[in-house]
């Protein structure tokens, strides 16, 4: 396989985006991407969208892309995987230019949320339609359930799930294209309205428009280039039972667990090698269990750790610099990519006031 | 990169299974692949569906088949591409075993449409959705003006379109798993109700259930298993303008034809070297197109050669041996591996009287 880098990033502002349409978003990270490379084309691409066809009746939006970028033509393709459709564009960008088929591939993620459609009931179409979604639940509840197992087992309060939310709205402030520039407090979450017990509103990520894209090539090319460069070293995934039920712990989320293992591996470095860390914080107790995971903290240590500062922008490992879902927003397909677009700015000193 | 071969297949029965869900689909014939290739695990697997949500209010379909296969954790990922959304996750299956990532992949494919969706609208979000769609265009009618452009341009003539359909209807007797069993005449499709005209009902695929698998590995690993199987010499991806109206010529298909010259380019073949071919009849239309998008044919002269019988059974390069989307059925993302699947049982002479 051959070694694969990173060459440039662009995404649009998110936030409720109501004069941009799905294909006005794409075509804007796309070409920002392609410019902040300095490439001058693109071989190929993949887009990571959740549900176009439900947000906003659009499918097959590949060759959407294509065409509104101005290269109708070029090979693109739409993967899906409910919140790791972004990560998951990368993880095929990363295949094909590893694998020699491509040398300059554009890995991208999109949503478009607000258009009017039935949000609730789309997001919830990525949880097991006949066991879950069909019965009523919704993500907030499904999370719910996790942060209860999670209180249970480990002691994590309130307190602890309210923290998450205060450091990304934190690190929000200091980012240009979060959708929320808004500092809150611990109580401004414990009094927050009700969503799913125990989580409030201000424990879940908003509903977000927005893209984000990056550029793929050979380790090779990219060292070429002399410009800023950032090595992939691994990646890596996995899934899990879809439904929660089928699921031994509710307090773990053994996908991550199994895919972490497997990029440490590959890399050939241990979670005590990471600076800094962005993780789905689609709500504040996702945050928390994915850090257990990661093993970037002992399980069931992750809310004590949150609370302590650990992971704020001065803290030993800071996670999710971006402001992360919570206060940058969370365009479902567009997140995974808007993740690795803030560790490319960390790893190449352009994150300004976000550098941990 | 590695050259990589297909070493089994498995297809469901292809119709209107009310009997049968999204996920019963799935498993069914990825499991029929697995056992068909006699491997023991597969590393990862790629599942094409065009548009779940819309279809079935389900998205996430990638973790759901890990799940139903009973194989939670491996890494199975969606790609969707209208009606080339079989035809991608084969794509990036050869591409992540090429890369060297995976051993033994699984490319699937799966569409379950008679479910109680609106079917045409799912349908018309492959089109583009703020020009063409939601001003009331529906498939059968893009292809009607392409039907219409064709037959002004090349002299094309509803009878030549009629034998696509009598011809495709005729192979599909001899496939189990085809939709329909039912031989038709040329008056048949003549008489049919008008649908868009110059289509008539005869003239388009239907509404089908189903889904389809092959097990994609290494050439190296292939000849170890003493089993028929299959090399892919190669694979090619292109796109076009997704609206019509920006398409400079109705009577062509471009994207087929920058494909095919790819494809024969890398296979090093010319398409004199065809000796069976499978094409997308979605409506009889598109054959013809095709034809001549692959150069096995003239352009335009693609409606005299079928009813002069050139890609009969008997004719000089049978085409649709499977029965067509036509007759075997079209279960969207299905349909890109159920033509893949009829193109191994040729080649390794497992077509029976197919066999042309």
Known sequence: ???????????????????KSLRDLMSEAGLAAISNAAVDHIDSAYVGAMSSGLFVGQEHIASLMADYMGMPGIPVTHVESACASGGLALRQAILEVASGESEIVLAGGVEKMNDGADETYALATASDQEYEAFHGVTFPGLYAMIAHAHMFQYGTKREHLADVAVKNHENGLLNPNAQFHRKITREDVLNSVMVAEPLNLLDCSPVTDGAAAVIVTTLENAKKTGKPFVKILASAHA??????????????IPAVQKAAEKAYKKANISPADLNVVEVHDCFTIAELVVMEELAIVERGHSGKAVSEGMTKLSGKIPVNTSGGLKSKGHPVGATGIAQVVELFEQLTGQAGDRHG
């Open 239 to 252: 899934t899990d039972s879809i439904a929660l039920h089928s699921r031994k712990n509710l307090a773990t």
């Open 1 to 19: 396989m051959k070694e694969v880098a990173i060459i440039g990033f662009g995404m649009t502002k998110f936030g409720e985006l109501w004069d």
